[in-house]
DNA sequence: CGACAGATTATT
DNA sequence: ATAATCTGTCGT
């Protein structure tokens, strides 16, 4: 039996949800085998509000299932090769969605290695699109509903020992507002964040 | 329709 | 620093 996070879970504001999924389960079922990380690096994106959003000038092909129901997967692929994975969030039509940054690597550790081409297990899933091959996660699971517990979803994990950190967004441009934002957030000093300078910055500690 | 920037990564 | 090369946006 699986357990998958409730819709109610993922029907809320990004900018809140963002925060709640650090130390939750991402689970990928392929091929009879699970492969599992906890969540340590997220990124919240708004809509038609957020300059840095890919939702802020309205639906496209691509990026139309962040304006679906929420608790669904949004997986793009971006600089023409890499997939980033999304949880989309708020209510439908708006165009929310959490950016599923870093993971820990949890269960099935060979067989990200093999996916990433036997890189060190640090950089297994330090990355949005390092993540997303580790896993094999793809456009296929574009539109993914995650409450199904089928193939992809979220499960609860224990909560998080170490503080939760708050601060600007990696490699979004936009307005001072979209830069300024304090819309990512990370579990602090843990091993497999991304690898951006932010981490050494002084962050905000979340109560 | 052509140019170019981009929620990235691995390599030079 | 730069290449890899898919999308969306903006300008002609």
New binding site residues.
Partial sequence: MTNPLPRAFYARSAVEVAPDLLGKVLVREIEGRRLTGRIVEV?A?LGSEDA????F??P????RS?FGPPGHAYVY??????H?L?IVTGPEGDGQ?V?IRALEPLEGIEIMRAR?GG?PDR?LTN????LCQALGID?RLDGHDLCLGETLWLEAGRPPAEPICAGP?????GDDLALNRPWRFYLKGNLFL?PTPHNRLPCQTLP
């Fill in positions: 990124e994106y840095a959003s890919h939702a000038r309205g496209t092909p691509r990026n962040m692929l971006i600089y023409g090769m890499h980033c999304n969605a950016l990433r890189v950089r990355g949005p699109g390092k456009k967004r990696v490699g979004v441009r991304s």
